[in-house]
Antibody, heavy 120, light 112 residues
Framework: QVQLQESGPGLVKTSETLSLTCDVS?????????WGWIRQPPGKGLEWIGS???????YDNASLKSRLTISVDASKNQFSLKLSSVTAADTAVYYC?????????????WGQGTLVTVSS | QSALTQPASVSGSPGQSITISCTGS?????????VSWYQQHPGKAPKLMIY???IRPSGVSNRFSGSKSGNTASLTISGLQAEDEGDYYC????????????FGGGTKLTVL
């Protein structure tokens, strides 16, 4: 069974860099699919951040592009998110998920989510 | 502001059917048959319920069905059950130059 688990600091200071890792179990990242990040501000809807393949092929949200780094480490079966220069607007629950691109982008397995609060 | 428009809330009684709409444009919902739907219970991660407009993943009840007409997609839940209560989000592939995936603002389903 495919399982994903996010990890990283729950509190990040304003203007610093948010860093999260998603550990994948039950499926090898190298076997295909894309791997994505989606976030949800408290009480609000979902926002796609970006998705990456095992070979590093990246699709991302242009509104975050200048601050965003998504990478994959197939040897550890994990992928990561870094978002720099964070503000309070980046406070959200961050989810990692397995993504299918060839059929119009959908996310079939999700992590439980991790709340990241940005505060000075 | 979400790219896809959903009603803020819908409600229904057990056993009834409800439909949630998701309106986009010719660059997303209307562009292809690439609409998906997610169910989210409070404090939980979203769960994929429908993809490619009307395909149910393994394990999803056949009470859930999807359709699309033009720039509007719909999710219908028949035989409403208490466990269906939660938030529902539509999502679509988009031909936008700035992003590949857009979500709706979400619809809160209340089972009366």
């Amino acid at each position: 069974q495919v399982q994903l688990q996010e990890s990283g600091p729950g509190l990040v200071k304003t203007s610093e860099t948010l860093s999260l890792t998603c550990d994948v179990s039950g499926y090898s990242i190298s076997s295909g699919y894309f791997w994505g990040w989606i976030r949800q501000p408290p009480g609000k809807g979902l926002e796609w951040i970006g998705s990456i393949s095992d070979s590093g092929n990246l699709y991302d949200n242009a509104s975050l592009k200048s601050r965003l780094t998504i990478s994959v480490d197939a040897s550890k079966n994990q992928f990561s998110l870094k978002l720099s220069s964070v503000t309070a607007a980046d406070t959200a629950v961050y989810y990692c998920a397995r993504a299918t691109r060839s059929r119009g982008w959908f996310f079939d397995y999700w992590g439980q989510g991790t709340l990241v609060t940005v505060s000075s | 502001q979400s790219a896809l428009t959903q009603p803020a809330s819908v409600s229904g009684s057990p056993g009834q059917s409800i439909t949630i709409s998701c309106t986009g444009s010719s660059t997303d919902v209307g562009a292809d048959n690439y609409v998906s739907w997610y169910q989210q219970h409070p404090g939980k991660a979203p769960k994929l319920m429908i993809y490619e407009v009307n395909i149910r993943p393994s394990g999803v009840s056949n009470r859930f069905s999807g359709s699309k007409s033009g720039n509007t997609a719909s999710l219908t839940i028949s035989g409403l059950q208490a466990e269906d209560e939660g938030d529902y989000y539509c999502s679509s592939y988009t031909t936008s130059s700035t992003l590949d995936v857009v979500f709706g603002g979400g619809t809160k389903l209340t089972v009366l």
